[in-house]
T-cell receptor
Framework: DGGITQSPKYLFRKEGQNVTLSCEQN?????MYWYRQDPGQGLRLIYY???????QKGDIAEGYSVSREKKESFPLTVTSAQKNPTAFYLC??????????????FGPGTRLTVT | GQQVMQIPQYQHVQEGEDFTTYCNSSTTLSNIQWYKQRPGGHPVFLIQLVKSGEVKKQKRLTFQFGEAKKNSSLHITATQTTDVGTYFCAGPYGQNFVFGPGTRLSVLP
């Protein structure tokens, strides 16, 4: 089956710890994205990557880091510098932006709770 | 930067009533996309509109792209409980999308 997987579904961490959220896709998509969603809110872009070994900051990149060593994988690290890390994190992928049909496919998300 | 706004923020309807959400962009868009997120779920792509004045239908859902390509609407006829969720519009901005804040639809049986 083709799709995007995120793990784990729920994650609990103590304040001051870094945590890495995984995102894998087997859709052969070039572009991958990380969004943060707070309760009752829309989607805010954290980081995005259009090709391997390249990524760009989104609107709320502070306190987060990413890597794109493989086309299929785009892990997100929530660092201790992120002041309010508790949120729902969504990973998405698409064909290269600008091409016909570049809608985003979203993973099931990871709910991170930091106490 | 580009802003995408949606109204209303919330809408409560009785099952069988119609529902409309409106999306407005601060800039002209090359295309606009609509997504639906069920409670506790993730956004799922519904449709993309590209042409000025374009109207597309999916069963009870009607999507429209404004003539100036700065606004769009989603209309649901005779809502059902399965329509519950948050509807987002999204427009391209550079190499990314900007999502509107969404309209949360509740349908009372």
């Amino acid at each position: 089956d083709g799709g995007i997987t995120q793990s784990p579904k729920y994650l609990f961490r103590k304040e001051g710890q870094n945590v890495t959220l995984s995102c894998e896709q087997n859709l052969n998509h070039d572009a991958m994205y990380w969004y943060r969603q707070d309760p009752g809110q829309g989607l805010r872009l954290i980081y995005y990557s259009q090709i391997v070994n390249d990524f760009q900051k989104g609107d709320i990149a502070e306190g987060y880091s990413v890597s794109r060593e493989k086309k299929e994988s785009f892990p997100l690290t929530v660092t201790s510098a992120q002041k309010n890390p508790t949120a729902f994190y969504l990973c998405a992928s698409s064909i290269f932006p600008g091409q016909e049909g570049y809608e985003q496919y979203f993973g099931p998300g990871t709910r991170l709770t930091v106490t | 930067g580009q802003q995408v706004m949606q109204i209303p923020q919330y809408q409560h309807v009785q099952e069988g009533e119609d529902f409309t959400t409106y999306c407005n962009s601060s800039t002209t868009l090359s295309n606009i996309q609509w997504y639906k997120q069920r409670p506790g779920g993730h956004p799922v792509f519904l449709i993309q509109l590209v042409k000025s004045g374009e109207v597309k239908k999916q069963k009870r859902l009607t999507f429209q792209f404004g003539e100036a390509k700065k606004n769009s609407s989603l209309h649901i006829t005779a809502t059902q409980t399965t329509d519950v969720g948050t509807y987002f519009c999204a427009g391209p901005y550079g190499q990314n999308f900007v999502f509107g804040p969404g309209t949360r639809l509740s349908v009372l049986p």
